[in-house]
């Protein structure tokens, strides 16, 4: 019966789940991949508390919360051009 199968699913063209692939050390990321993603985790917290601040407390101070959080988020960017 398992014959069977097995020519039926080569006969069919049934798709087989591949095999996993590990990534290897170097996989291309690039020597900033931590600190962009540092960069990344402070720009979302920030941008948070900014908004925040923004709807429940003084308008001007969230803007300028908000202002710093994107200065972090564009030294993120910055990091992706620069490849070591």
Do not use: T, W
Not at 17 to 23: I, L, S
Not at 65 to 74: E, Q
Request: glycine residues 8%.
């Amino acid at each position: 019966m398992e014959k069977i199968d097995n020519i039926a699913e080569e006969e069919v063209g049934i798709a087989k789940r591949p095999e996993r692939h590990h990534r290897k050390p170097d996989d291309g990321r690039g020597s900033f991949f931590m600190l962009r993603q540092i960069f990344n985790i402070l720009f979302m917290i920030i941008g948070v508390i900014g908004a925040y601040m923004y709807f429940k407390g003084d308008e001007a101070m969230g803007i300028i919360v908000f202002i710093i959080a994107m200065a972090f988020k564009m030294a993120e960017c910055a990091l992706r051009f620069v490849k070591k």
